[in-house]
């Protein structure tokens, strides 16, 4: 069974730094997708970085050149280190995993494995 939790939210001015980690379990795949997620309040999950099994990852262009998404050698924590924070970058921010290489840009729909998320707030 995948199990997912994520940590590292919080509240930090525009322009700082947060990092964001995802403990992950259970995911024996040789092929798999790791992904970060973001939801605004009344709005739809909206992917914001993946990597998978082959080391290709993708962003949003909303966060090209702010965030990284990265996986630790042990291949049991997922980061998103996020620089140049906005505060359209505050929302709930969710982990997730599935199995296979990822697409371009996930979309939520493909995963079923999913943290509880951690909340950033950004404030200008």
Known sequence: QVQLVESGGGSEQAGGSLRLS???SGYNYDYYCLAWFRQHPGQEREGVAALDSNGSTSYADSVKGRFTISLDNAKTTL????NSLKPEDTAMYYCAADVGLC???PTPYEFANWGQ?????VSS
């Open 79 to 82: 980061y998103l280190q996020m």
């Open 117 to 121: 998320g951690t909340q950033v707030t």
């Open 103 to 105: 697409r371009s840009l």
């Open 22 to 24: 995802c403990a992950a």
